[in-house]
């Protein structure tokens, strides 16, 4: 056995079951040791998409994603996916193959320090050296998987990948809890919430990482405490929901704030500013926070009470308390819901995002996944997609890369074959990360691949019409009323121009056995009062 079948076999033992990447002659020798050991290798297009992939392989699976790549190029690539990770965090695994240790730090063909690159972006950045090989990889998963969970970089010359090995197994760590709050700290949290009466609980991204997020519906019911959430914790609780509110701080989020202006306590639920921080929205309204560490504001957030460590422990425990005596009607929230869909959906005359978006949702099953990418259509979907469960909506908002769409649905399909899936991208998306479509192709299985063609970089030219800069540099300049082409790489296109064919196309297409990119030409004229209202 080679150290790289020790590698391997160590993190096939810790769950993994894919690894994306592309190879050059220093992989060979971890990527073949992957063919042996049990760990399918998933060649993408760029190193940026098999970043994505191996995020939200680990954040569907609980299980640290893997993704590898060449020295140099290879390893800049990867770190955009890796960056994904760090600021959304997903549990990863990232290897960069390396020139023989001998030839490390010299002036040498694609070579630069990788671990210059990645320590900014990684909870750890370690080097594998023969003797060495089992205890680093132990650390790198209980690194990766300890909350707040993220990425860990491993560097493997050749020559150590090669090297044969004695070494054991390590004994795989598993995701170590935080630390429950102290009692005392839960009383001071629940007596703060019982002198609300009209509290709003916002649940945020990090409580996707709760062993049971019914706890959350849980704490809401019980206490008959309206909700929303924010964009990657959308899911948590069925958005159908009689107490849900929607997203917040997406499209028509002055909608949104004008609702939670009449709150009179926030309760961020495992909420992470990466996403907004609290004080883009909150005013003056003060905040009971819970979640796995203390919270990040300005120093003018009006904290009432916070309380940190396990988010199961917490929410549970508030979960499990006397019923609050609350002023809010439950119509209050019909109403504002009726008053925020209404808003999403001015009068258009032509094809709008808006309708186009409703129109997948009605075609997607309900356990169905989507993923999608960023731009206008992101703040649109965010805000009008109905989200009726856990990882049924990814997306990456702390980051935030366009690229993402594409290959976080084919990580969902690995992860999720039974469960049907579609992909929205914006244009712009799409002709970054098109190269991917090859390998879903691959892969097979049903994708829908809709492409929301409105011919611009929409959500930077709102921007500079918003900022009365003249529209530069945002034009795809896509040739109106020309057929698409009759695929890409094999995968089949069909041209659609109005909401009613856009749900028959993703119907059919959710029914064959490979991909299909469904054009979409809209008129994106309202994401300038929508988007940025
Ligand atoms: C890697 C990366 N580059 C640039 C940006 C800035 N950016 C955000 S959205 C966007 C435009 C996306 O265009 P498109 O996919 O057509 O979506 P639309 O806004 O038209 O819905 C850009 C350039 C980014 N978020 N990520
Ligand atoms: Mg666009």
Redesign the pocket.
């Known amino acids: 056995m080679n150290n790289a079948d020790l590698i391997v076999a160590t993190l096939r033992q810790a769950g993994i079951r894919h690894g994306f990447g592309i190879p050059s002659g220093n992989v060979l020798p971890l990527m073949d040791a992957m063919r042996r050991g049990g760990i399918d290798f998933v060649l993408t297009a760029h190193e ?1 998409s098999a970043g994505f992939a191996a995020e939200v392989s680990g954040r569907m699976t609980g299980v640290p994603g893997l993704c590898l790549a060449t020295l140099g190029p290879g390893a800049t690539n990867l770190a ?1 996916g890796i960056g994904s990770a760090f600021l959304d965090r997903s549990p990863m695994i990232a290897i960069t193959c390396n020139l023989n240790t001998d030839q490390l730090g010299r002036r040498l063909q694609m070579y630069i320090d990788h671990h210059a690159l990645f320590r900014p972006i990684t909870k750890a950045s370690l080097p594998l050296r023969t003797g060495n090989i089992a205890k680093t990889l132990a650390d790198a998963l209980r690194i990766a998987l300890a909350e707040p969970q993220g990425p860990v970089h491993l560097d493997l010359p050749e020559d150590v990948a090669l090297a044969e090995t004695r070494e054991a197994l390590p004994e795989i760590p598993s995701a170590a809890r935080l630390v429950a709050p102290e009692t005392s700290v839960l009383d001071a949290a629940y007596r703060r919430l019982a002198q609300a009466k009209r509290p709003v609980a916002i649940i945020g991204a990090d409580a996707r990482r709760m062993r049971d997020p019914a706890l959350l519906r849980r704490f809401v019911e019980r206490h008959n405490m309206p909700f929303a959430v924010t964009t990657m914790a959308k899911g948590l609780i069925d958005e159908d929901h009689p107490l849900s509110l929607g997203c917040i701080e997406r499209a028509c989020r002055q909608v949104q704030r004008q609702f939670l202006r009449r709150a009179d306590l926030i309760i961020g639920l495992g909420y992470d500013t990466v996403e907004v921080e609290y004080e883009a929205w909150i005013g003056d309204v003060p905040l009971l926070h819970v979640g796995l560490e203390p919270a990040d504001t300005d120093g003018k957030v009006a904290l009432a009470e916070q309380v940190t460590g396990d988010l199961d422990s917490a929410i549970g425990d508030l979960a499990s308390r006397p019923p609050l005596e609350l002023a809010w009607q439950l119509e209050e929230f019909a109403d504002h819901r009726a008053c925020f869909n209404a808003a999403l959906r001015p009068p258009v005359n032509a094809f709008a ?1 808006h309708q186009a978006i409703d129109a997948v949702r009605a075609a997607l099953p309900a356990d169905g996944i989507l993923s999608f ?8 979907i965010a805000s009008q997609w109905i989200a009726h469960g856990p990882h049924s909506f990814l997306i990456t908002n702390g980051w ?4 993402f769409g594409l290959p976080a649905a084919i990580a969902a399909k690995l992860a999720a074959p039974d469960r049907p899936s579609v992909c929205i ?8 990360t098109c190269g991917e479509l090859a390998v879903a192709r691959r892969l097979g299985g049903a994708l829908p691949v809709v492409v ?11 921007k500079q019409a918003r900022r009365n800069l003249a529209i530069y540099g ?1 034009d ?1 300049a896509s040739p109106e009323d020309e057929a698409p082409p009759a695929h890409y790489f094999g995968v089949p296109v069909v041209a659609v121009r109005d909401a009613q064919s856009l749900r028959e196309a993703v119907t059919r297409a959710l029914g064959v056995d490979h991909p299909v990119v469904i054009e979409a030409r809209i008129d ?1 004229s309202h ?1 300038m009062t929508t ?1 940025y209202d």
Do not use: E, K
């Not at 991208?425 to 970054?432: A, E, H, K, T, Y």
């Open positions: 940026g955009t995002p990418d960023v731009g206008a259509h992101t703040h649109q935030s890369s366009m690229g991208l914006g244009d712009g998306c799409f002709q970054m929301l063609d409105d011919g611009w970089l929409s959500l930077i030219q709102v945002t795809l994106g994401y988007v």
